[in-house]
């Protein structure tokens, strides 16, 4: 199966959005691109540890905000932006992997169709911190982008 | 999921069941997680009512006339229905959690308040992506 090559605009645009997310208070725990072969596309994956306590929504509605509001890449469609926690498998993988070379298969789990075909190789990550921010500063990083991103659409 | 619906109304119903069925694991503290599965299934289903909608089909095709259809995937439903939100449509948010819905159901451990936020993203009023569906294309 043949695994496309990061293209540098990407690589580049992932970088500024991880420099743009600290910007507006959000430190994640790991932002890396993967590769879909089955929708043959690129996903960046944003590993946080407060996606367990806070849930997938309010993220994606301040991401989308940020986005509206020109303070996030606009190289970077949020759609493409999966916000996961610390303790699922791909962040597990994500946090586990080498960066200077490597590549991972994340396989589903269980039976059925497989909707997601998911690789990513070390040199894809783009931030990654040594543990998870403790739910101190998650919740710190959390009120903070929540109200610079409300000043956006202020 | 059961037998095969072949109306629009009978797709419509469908949802509406998923919708109920998800209501009802989120009353009980230890089916919460569960119900996020509900929630994709009734988007789907309200996805295939609208594509029944939109190609006027009196029945739902068979599998060796349009195979593409035979498929669980939102996001290669939602491209047949010519669904494709832009960043700065209100549905746009929850479009993109429930689209990772099928992703989280292949790799991922959901908790409860994960599941809960993934059934308010299909069943939010108005601009969750049931409500969206139906408002817009049904």
């Not at chain 2, 599965?37 to 295939?48: Q, T």
């Not at chain 2, 349009?66 to 700065?88: E, S, W």
């Not at chain 2, 929850?94 to 991922?108: D, F, G, H, L, N």
Request: with cysteine.
């Amino acid at each position: 199966m043949d695994i496309p090559e990061l293209p540098v605009a990407l690589k580049d645009a992932g970088v500024a959005f991880d420099r743009d997310l600290r910007r507006l208070g959000l430190r994640c725990d790991a932002l890396t691109w993967a590769w879909d072969a089955r929708k043959q596309t690129f996903f960046l994956f944003l590993v946080w540890a407060g996606f367990d306590r806070f849930g997938p929504v309010p993220i994606a509605e301040k991401i989308f905000a940020a986005y509206r509001g020109s303070a996030l890449p606009e190289e970077i469609d949020p759609f493409i932006v999966n916000v996961v926690g610390v303790n699922g498998r791909l962040a597990k993988q994500v946090m586990s992997m080498d960066r200077g070379g490597g590549m991972v298969r994340l396989t589903p789990r269980g039976e059925g169709p497989h909707v997601f075909d998911l690789h990513i190789t070390g040199s894809w990550i783009i931030h990654r911190e040594r543990k998870p921010h403790s739910i101190i500063d998650v919740k710190k990083d959390w009120q903070r982008f929540q109200s610079r991103v409300d000043e956006l659409a202020a | 999921m059961g037998k095969k619906a072949d109306s629009v109304a009978e797709w419509v119903q469908l949802a509406r069941q998923n919708e109920l069925v998800c209501t009802q694991l989120l009353a009980n503290q230890q089916t919460v997680p569960a119900a996020f599965n509900s929630a994709g299934l009734a988007c789907e289903c309200i996805l295939k009512a609208a594509i029944m909608r939109k190609f006027g089909f009196n029945q739902w095709p068979d599998r060796k006339v349009r195979p593409d259809l035979y498929v669980h995937d939102l996001l290669t439903l939602a491209k047949i229905l010519g669904f494709a939100p832009k960043p700065v449509d209100a549905v746009a948010p929850y479009w993109a959690v429930m689209t990772q819905w099928e992703m989280t159901q292949r790799y991922e451990v959901v908790t409860p308040q994960v599941s809960q936020q993934i059934c308010g993203a299909a069943f939010k009023p108005k601009v969750g992506v049931l409500e969206w569906i139906s408002q817009n294309y049904l």
